[in-house]
C-alpha cells in the first residue's frame, strides 16, 4: 500500500526577537565599521597627501608625485634651503625616548613589585600618586617642572627634558607590570624559596621571567610616549638638539608643507617596522598578553 509523503519541509519562521538581533547585529557592525573609518581616516588622508604634487598640504591632493619624499630625504641630509636638524632631532628623541623608557622601566618594576608585596600604611595613595601623570594636563606638568627647575636652579637643560619624560612614561610601566603581577603564579616563587632560594634570587630567576610580558609592554609604551610627547618637550626642550615634535612645530609655524606628510608617513612605517621586528624576535601576543594566560 502506497503512503503519500510529502517531501516538502516547513518553512523555518523568524520570530520577531531573532529579527531584531540580526537588526541589532547589523547595527553593531556598522557602528564598529564607522568608528574604525573615522580612526583610520586621518592615516589614509596622511598618506594621500604625502603624494601631492602641490607645494601646499591639500586633500584631496593635486597630481600625484614622490617630490616630497625627496625633499624629506634632503631634510635628513640637512641640505641647504629646508629647515636644518631633522636627522639630529630623530637621533635625539631616539637617545632620550631609550633612556627615560629604561629609567621608567626599572622605576616601575621596583614600585610595582612593593605596592603587590607589601602592605603599608598611605600605600593607596602613593598609588594614586604614581598616576597622577595620567590624571593632569601634560601643559600643567611642563609649566610645573619648568617652574620647578628654574626657582631652583636645578639640574642643566638635558636632564630637565629626561625627568619630565620619565615622570610621563613613569605610570604606563606601573600599570603594565601590575597587571602582570596580579595574574602571575605565586606558588612558583614559594617553591623557589623552599628549595633555598633567597629573595633577590626568586625575584631575578623567577619573578622577572614570569612578568616579562607585561614589563616589555610597559617599555614600549614609555619608548613611544617619550617619542612623541609634544607638550613637556616644548617646556623643556634642549636649544642645541629638539625633539622630532619639537621640529615638526617649527616647520608648521614656518609653513604648511607637504613635507610634514611624508614625514609622518615615514615615522608610521617606523612604528610599524619596530612592531614587525618585535614579532618577530618575542612575539606580540606574549607582550601585549599576561604572564598568567
Avoid: C
Amino acid at each position: 500500500m502506497a503512503v503519500a509523503t510529502d517531501l516538502s519541509l516547513p518553512r523555518a519562521r523568524v520570530g520577531p526577537r531573532r529579527r531584531r538581533l540580526d537588526v541589532a547585529g547589523v547595527g553593531l557592525w556598522s557602528f564598529a565599521g564607522l568608528v574604525f573609518a573615522f580612526l583610520f581616516a586621518p592615516i589614509l588622508i596622511i598618506f594621500l597627501t604625502s603624494f601631492t604634487a602641490s607645494r601646499t598640504v591639500e586633500f584631496p591632493p593635486h597630481g600625484f608625485s614622490l617630490i616630497w619624499y625627496g625633499r624629506l630625504v634632503d631634510a635628513l641630509r640637512n641640505a641647504p634651503g629646508l629647515h636644518p636638524g631633522l636627522a639630529r632631532s630623530i637621533w635625539f628623541s631616539t637617545n632620550l625616548g631609550v633612556m627615560a623608557s629604561v629609567i621608567s622601566t626599572i622605576s616601575g618594576v621596583l614600585a610595582a613589585y612593593a605596592f603587590h608585596k607589601f602592605v603599608f600604611r598611605g600605600k593607596e595613595v602613593f598609588q594614586n600618586l604614581f598616576m597622577l601623570p595620567l590624571i593632569f594636563p601634560s601643559l600643567v606638568i611642563g609649566v610645573g617642572l619648568l617652574l620647578t627647575f628654574s626657582e631652583y636652579r636645578l639640574f642643566d637643560r638635558f636632564t630637565r627634558l629626561l625627568i619630565g619624560h620619565v615622570v610621563v612614561t613613569l605610570p604606563f610601566v606601573i600599570l603594565s607590570v601590575g597587571a602582570s603581577l596580579r595574574v602571575y603564579e605565586e606558588d612558583i616563587e614559594e617553591a623557589a624559596q623552599t628549595l633555598g632560594a633567597n629573595a633577590l634570587q626568586t625575584f631575578w630567576h623567577i619573578t622577572l621571567p614570569l612578568i616579562r610580558p607585561g614589563i616589555l609592554a610597559g617599555a614600549i609604551f614609555a619608548l613611544l610616549t617619550s617619542f612623541t610627547n609634544f607638550t613637556v618637550s616644548f617646556f623643556l626642550s634642549v636649544n642645541a638638539a629638539k625633539p622630532v615634535p619639537i621640529w615638526i612645530y617649527e616647520l608648521i609655524l614656518n609653513g604648511n608643507d607637504p613635507i610634514l606628510a611624508a614625514l609622518s608617513v615615514f615615522l608610521i612605517a617606523m612604528a610599524i617596522g619596530v612592531l614587525v621586528i618585535l614579532e618577530r624576535l618575542i612575539g606580540i601576543r606574549r607582550i601585549v598578553g599576561t604572564s598568567g594566560s
